[in-house]
């Protein structure tokens, strides 16, 4: 899985919490939107709480003006904690990669 920190040309882009109507939902998951204008359900952590899920996409997280700016991305675990306390994150988003028909696990 490659890493690396993320530039303003890339395509994801912060879509809100999953729920605004239920405050749980909205501070425990986040929407992002990729570049087939498909939306993502990520799971939202503090830094020291992103637990290290083998087949998880993690992004290093800062809140700017109430929006989520995306600053790194890469696997789950120590070097994406490791990451966004050296960026300054104030979360890991976390995103469970979908098994193929093979069960090999493809990227989206």
Known sequence: MMTHEIT???SLRDDGPLSAADALLAR????W???DGRRQVYSVYQVDDAPDYPDAVAMAVR???GRCVPLWSGP????ARIMARVLGAQE???R???E???GSIVPS
């Open 92 to 94: 890991i988003h976390l």
């Open 28 to 31: 425990r998951f986040r929407l």
């Open 76 to 79: 789950a675990g120590s070097r």
């Open 100 to 102: 193929t028909d093979s």
């Open 8 to 10: 303003c040309s890339d």
């Open 33 to 35: 939107r990729g570049p």
């Open 96 to 98: 469970i990669l979908p």
């Open 63 to 65: 809140s700017e003006n």
